[in-house]
């Protein structure tokens, strides 16, 4: 009954041109047209996190967008910002920290850090438990991943300094 | 899941917007932020035939922005989660509001989720209806016809059901701004921070040396639209802070809430839970420390 519909969207700097039917979420246009696979559908309800990117430099949910909604603009997956080094400081922590297990959350994970990172530099550790609310980790139990963030903030708020 | 098949359009006017609906009838939706839609579409909960999707209004001033317009704070339905925390003057002239967004759901969808969404859907454990209730807003909705303006308190009709008229869309609400001697205190209680809420209460008054008065009580999860409570109100009216006014304000509520029970919690457990919330909604009204 749905005819698709031709998008133009500028993924990790890159124009992608595809037809997609309406329905389809930004998850899976990213996954199955684009290939970039580092997001994760998971709940498919907006419940956990998995799924997070950035629109036009914001944090959603793969699962409640729909790709058709985002002709037209700029979408960065984990990929690209791990290409960019953008968050090769997450990163390293998140390593160092053994801030995963499975591994399943943690793009989401670190889209939503990052987010954090450049929204609240001066976040303390409830600030962060809050901001990664909206994240399931079902192996950590999230202290290592608390851990990891705000070494980060501590190590960036110096770097901003010196 | 993934949503059912759809169509999809994106009108670039709001007399678009008004032949699409009218075109489509009940096969219709309106397409906002998504955020509450796309879970429902994902649960496969309704199966429209095309999603209208209407941020392309976004720059109608009728429908976006927040803005002071004769002594009144307007919000209009398009403007996101996110603006409505990071703007000045909710904080400033309507601090219930400011208190509330952050439990709103998570961040990544307070950037997609829209005020006018929220209202619209009415949902009974959602924020804004509650604040919306609680301060006595307006308001606005819009359709071929014109504008026309109910008060919060008439909108919501029962559960998920509001006096929104097939053709009419949610444009913008006008809360009132705080006047001098009143304060604003919302509390909500989730399993999860952000997650949805178990119960919450948005509570106003004028506190003048510690003696209550204008008082509102509105509370969300507590029955199937937001409940004022007009009867603990009551007992709070022109008295002074005490335990015995507070604990009379909770006694009155379990005759006028009427809680659900749901897989975590009992009715009687969240009429409990109100009643804490209530209590120390009632304190931080007192004590100013909101």
Not at chain 1, 62 to 71: I, N
Not at chain 2, 41 to 54: A, C, E, F, K, T
Not at chain 2, 252 to 261: H, I, K, N, R, V
Request: hydrophobic share 45%; aromatic share 4%; glycine share 10%.
């Amino acid at each position: 009954m749905s005819t698709k519909m031709q998008t133009a969207i500028v993924v990790n700097g890159v124009t992608e041109n595809h037809a997609v039917e309406p329905r389809t979420h930004l998850i899976d246009y990213l996954r199955d047209a684009c290939g970039l696979t580092g997001a994760h559908a998971g709940c498919e309800h907006g419940v956990c996190g998995a799924c997070t990117v950035r629109v036009d430099g914001e944090i959603v949910r793969g699962c409640l967008t729909l790709a058709v909604q985002t002709d037209g603009k700029r979408i960065d997956t984990i990929e690209g910002l791990s290409d960019s080094g953008e968050i090769a400081d997450l990163q390293k922590a998140f390593h160092e920290h053994n801030a995963l297990q499975c591994g399943f959350c943690t793009p989401g994970m670190l889209m939503a850090a990052q987010d954090l990172v450049r929204e609240m530099p001066d976040a303390n550790r409830e600030q962060i438990r809050e901001y990664i609310s909206g994240n399931y980790c079902r192996c950590t139990g999230y202290q290592a991943i608390v851990d990891a963030i705000e070494e980060v903030l501590v190590a960036r708020r110096k770097g901003a300094k010196a | 899941m993934k949503a059912p098949a759809f169509d999809y359009a994106k009108p670039a006017s709001l007399a678009a917007a008004f032949d699409l609906l009218e075109r489509h009838g009940d096969e219709a939706k309106l397409l906002a932020g998504g955020q509450t839609l796309m879970a429902t579409l994902n649960m496969r909960l309704s199966q429209p035939g095309i999603l209208v999707d209407i941020t392309g209004l976004s720059g109608d001033k009728s429908l976006s922005g927040i803005r002071l317009e004769d002594g009144k704070l307007v919000i209009g339905a398009l403007t996101k989660h996110r603006e409505i925390e990071r703007s000045p003057l909710v904080a400033e002239h309507v601090p219930l509001l400011a208190q509330a967004v952050p439990h709103v759901a998570h961040i990544a969808i307070r950037n997609s989720g829209t005020f006018g969404g929220s209202i619209a859907f009415a949902d009974p454990a959602a924020e804004y209806p509650v604040c919306a209730v609680a301060l006595d807003a307006t308001l606005v909705l819009v359709s071929r016809k014109g504008e026309r303006k109910v008060p919060a308190r008439q909108f919501f009709k029962a559960l998920y059901e509001t006096d929104l008229k097939p053709g009419e869309l949610v444009a913008r609400a006008e809360f009132p701004i705080q006047a001098p001697g009143y304060r604003s205190v919302f509390l909500e209680l989730a399993r999860r921070h952000g997650d949805y809420a178990i119960t919450g209460v948005a509570a106003h008054a004028k506190v003048v040396g510690g003696v209550l008065s204008d008082v509102r009580l509105a509370y969300l999860g507590m029955g199937g639209i937001p409940m004022l409570a007009r009867r603990a109100m009551a007992e709070l009216e022109g008295k002074p802070y005490s335990a015995d006014t507070v604990s009379a304000a909770q006694g009155a509520l379990a005759g006028e809430l009427d809680p659900t029970a749901d897989l975590y919690s009992t009715a009687a457990t969240k009429l409990h839970l109100a009643r804490v919330l209530t209590g120390r909604a009632l304190a931080a009204l007192a004590g100013g420390t909101a």
